[in-house]
């Protein structure tokens, strides 16, 4: 029942609240967008913002329209004491994993934030080696304001850098699905092959690779392996 009425009343400062009163002054919450889509950076951020801070409007960047989270992304960029923006570019992701490449640009992002925050609200993920304290709220971008201000600046960010891919690889189509596996990315994927910027150790792309290995050219082959 409690988590219902939350949700439904949207993130609260609440936690940043309780945190100030153990005594830290300033406190960041981080979020990451691009976990599972084929092709692009995951981009992680993370947002300071000043005490009692009411964002009207702000909420987990998944509910919100394109148009709603630009809006919200510029009051937020305007409000925050601090924004950090870490990314973890395709190749990390094929080299580290999903899960230990969100953490790389997780820790970028807290790097960034100038002054430095000495408390950390984070949604629903472990952070090894992060020098401050930690506290982990599942839900934590429906639940918590700055981990949904965090949502809303990465999910932007990494839309943002996806429309300048499109210009790069337009037979794709990255504007209008930022690389997710959508049916129409799975079908430019099949046709065109994966480009630079795919995931090559997600399924889909790696077997469209696994398939065309036994008829394409030496030259092509080692092109799509990223050599």
């Known amino acids: 029942m409690t988590a219902r ?8 400062n609440e936690f940043e609240l309780e945190a ?17 889509p084929l092709a692009g950076p995951v981009v992680a ?9 009411r964002l009207i409007g702000c909420d987990d960047s998944k509910l919100l329209s394109e148009s709603e989270r630009e809006q919200l992304y510029v009051v937020i960029r305007k409000r925050a004491v601090s924004i950090g923006i870490g990314c973890a570019t395709e190749q990390e992701i094929d080299r580290l994993n999903i899960l230990e490449a969100t953490r790389l640009a997780m820790h970028r992002a807290l790097a960034g934030l100038m002054p ?15 020098p401050i304290p930690v506290r982990s709220i599942i839900k934590g971008d429906a639940l918590c304001m700055s981990v949904a201000a965090a949502s809303i600046v ?25 690389g997710y596996g959508t049916e129409e990315h799975l079908l430019q994927l099949a046709t065109h092959g994966p480009c630079q ?6 399924a889909p792309v790696a077997d469209v690779i696994a398939r065309s290995r036994d008829v394409l050219p030496q ?3 080692q092109e799509l392996d990223g050599q």
């Open 219 to 221: 030259h092509v082959q």
């Open 20 to 36: 100030r009163r153990c005594g830290y002054r300033r406190v960041a919450g981080l979020d990451e967008a691009g976990r599972g």
């Open 154 to 178: 990465a999910k932007v960010t990494r839309d943002r850098l996806m429309a300048e891919y499109h210009r790069v690889y337009p037979h794709y189509n990255f504007l209008s699905h930022k």
């Open 5 to 12: 009425i939350l949700n439904f009343v949207g993130p609260t």
């Open 197 to 202: 910027i795919h995931r090559r150790t997600y």
């Open 116 to 130: 430095k925050p000495d408390c950390l609200l984070i949604d629903a993920i472990s952070l090894p080696a992060c």
């Open 45 to 53: 951020s993370a947002v300071v913002l000043p005490s009692r801070c």
